[in-house]
């Protein structure tokens, strides 16, 4: 069993930012890859930002320049640093990890419950 957990949504004013948190627990052997997704209403889910486990990452065009994707001390922990935000970055972000839970064993993913995060004009 696995659990995802974020924190950090919230109201903010355009401009603004906020600083997202995921972490996973459990049953955990290694993460390849972690990342965020968001879905506004009425739209479909979008990848934000992602980062593997050498540290590259990719971010969504709409993004680029702004959003920061960050691996915590701990290598079960990811960030986003959400900088200048915008009315159309509202949207419920989610935190993703493919992850396996034993050495050569399968890729799961898994997903947080979500977070909101609201930015106000």
């Known amino acids: 069993q696995v659990h995802l957990v974020e924190s950090g949504g919230g109201l903010v004013q355009a401009g603004g930012s906020l600083r997202l948190s995921c972490v996973a627990s459990g049953s955990i052997f290694s993460i390849d890859v972690m990342g965020w997704y968001r879905q506004a209403p009425g739209k479909q889910r979008e990848l934000v930002a992602s980062?593997?486990?050498?540290?590259?990452?990719n971010y969504a065009d709409s993004v680029k320049g702004r959003f920061t994707i960050l691996r915590g001390n701990a290598e079960n922990t990811v960030y986003l640093q959400m900088n200048n935000l915008k009315p159309e970055d509202t949207a419920v972000y989610y935190c993703?990890?493919?992850?396996?839970?034993?050495?050569?064993?399968?890729?799961?993913?898994?997903w947080g419950q979500g977070t909101q995060v609201t930015v106000s004009s």
């Open positions: 980062i593997i486990s050498s540290g590259s990452t």
């Open positions: 993703n990890a493919d992850l396996r839970h034993q050495v050569g064993g399968t890729t799961f993913r898994y």
